[in-house]
DNA sequence: TCCAATGCTATTGTATACAAATTGCTCCGG
DNA sequence: CCGGAGCAATTTGTATACAATAGCATTGGA
């Protein structure tokens, strides 16, 4: 994609995420364009993506504001993330190759590292992990199921999940893991999609418990 | 959403889906502008939407051009569908509202109706059809599984295998529906989630048939 | 004091002009 | 005859100006 609009939807996405414009409060076209210091042709064209991923609403009349996610949504997105996911693990089962499958191992590898290291190191964990399911998602080969991941899983998400995990459960998440691996490896589709089915699940109870129902 | 854009959005739609623009060719906004009688701004927008739902693809740099389903990118489509419209079926079932319900049976009285006449009302058929599936994703009530799903059901998809359904098999659509609205009456969330993924894959058999892998 | 209507302001939608980038062609050299 | 470099033309990306529309406030009247 272009770079201004980019940039644009990069710091603005930013901006929603790190709650530097809250849920429910509105946006402007105009003062997104000065704050990414582009003009509003590229911040209409990230605002669309953005609305696409349900970042941001239109009110009645086209007035733009940041999304309110409520308890129940973030439940529906996880559940969604969970079919979804698990269906692609289902398909990179059948497709992935042996060099990615050895990706896999490698990046596991250094996640588990991370993992039993004194103090974990929760930045590599977080983003091994983010690795890790992007090879997954890439070797599902399925561009609309690409699509519509991206639009699921957020990484704030992520984040505030894996802050909430002790070392036992990040060693488990390196174990489920370890075990998809082994699920590629065998060709074994069903295998394979059940893991990341708990594997998610798994996540989002976690998440619960961390964020729990206001 | 505006008008110009929409309206470009309609037309571009068409000529992709009537055969006007066939797959693989190229696209340029300003040909598009031309065709749609407005600036290149909407139109930007239009081809937006249509590459978030895959009916444009963009090149290595940015050249748009019309997207190329093959066989197996139609099957993955009838699997997402299978699985998200059943998920909708699912959460349908414990929040539809009794008019929706009732909806639903009315709906299906008609659509027997069209499948009963002398010659099937094959048009009818595919109008209260497509009704009938958009109330029950509006009753399950997750607007990020409604945006998904609109951009996998495609009408001329639909329009395809049903033309290829005869009488029993129009018949059978609609005992099916009358299924789902006894499912949805009972507030059985796993038969209704059953029910639909028949449906749907039955669906895709139908279609496959009609339409043999090239 | 409350309601309504009207004008003003703020915001979005569209068009156009210009800049950047990419493609493809031509021309020159080997 | 083939290949590469550079230039021209096409196409996309961005900015800005203008138009339309919705919201809001203020003022006038009952």
Known sequence: ???ASDRAYAEIRGL?????APPGSALTEEALADICGVSRTPVREALRRLQSELYVVRSDSQRLFVADWNAEDLAEMFNLRAMLEAHAAARAATRISPEAIAALRDNNTRLAAAVAADVPDVATFLMENRAFHEIVITAAASPRLATMLAALVEQPVVRRTAARYNRAELAR???????LV????????AWAQAVMTGHIRRAFHAFSAAEPVK
């Open 1 to 3: 994609m272009s770079k």
């Open 16 to 20: 929603i995420l790190s709650g530097d």
């Open 173 to 179: 998440s390196a174990h489920e893991h370890g075990e």
């Open 182 to 189: 082994q699920a590629f490896a065998a060709r074994d589709a």
